[in-house]
């Protein structure tokens, strides 16, 4: 398995930007495929946005395609979240994720899909 560290979060106004970080370590980072999910009070965790070994490859929830971007720089082993325009219903705790899973990047959005898990980081956004 490989260990997960997130960083970053914090408390911002709503169209505000924050970049969240993801450290890992243990295994070769590369041979895993990379997600972000995010759980707000008294919900489910949901899929936020994922992205391929090599970087080349991204999927977005539609609630943050076009305002959020996943990134990985695997010589730092390193995943990131660039979030722009946030809303206060961006508010949640968020949790980055590793995958072995080699299926199709669109088909991998699932807590299940995913078997290695950081401790989070809470991100506000006021109104």
């Known amino acids: 398995q490989v260990q997960l560290v997130e960083s970053g979060g914090g408390l911002v106004q709503a169209g505000d930007s924050l970049r969240l970080s993801c450290a890992a370590s243990g295994r070769t980072f590369s041979n895993y495929v990379m997600g972000w999910f995010r759980q707000a009070p008294g919900k489910e965790r949901d899929f936020v946005a994922a992205?391929?070994?090599?970087?080349?490859?991204?999927n977005y929830a539609d609630s943050v395609k076009g305002r959020f971007t996943i990134s990985r720089d695997n010589a730092k082993r390193t995943v990131y979240l660039q979030m722009n325009s946030l809303k206060p219903e961006d508010t949640a705790v968020y949790y980055c994720?590793?995958?072995?899973?080699?299926?199709?990047?669109?088909?991998?959005?699932?807590?299940?899909?995913?078997?290695?898990w950081g401790q989070g980081t809470q991100v506000t956004v006021s109104s």
């Open positions: 992205i391929s070994r090599g970087g080349s490859s991204t």
């Open positions: 994720a590793a995958t072995s899973s080699y299926a199709v990047l669109a088909s991998i959005k699932s807590t299940r899909d995913f078997g290695s």
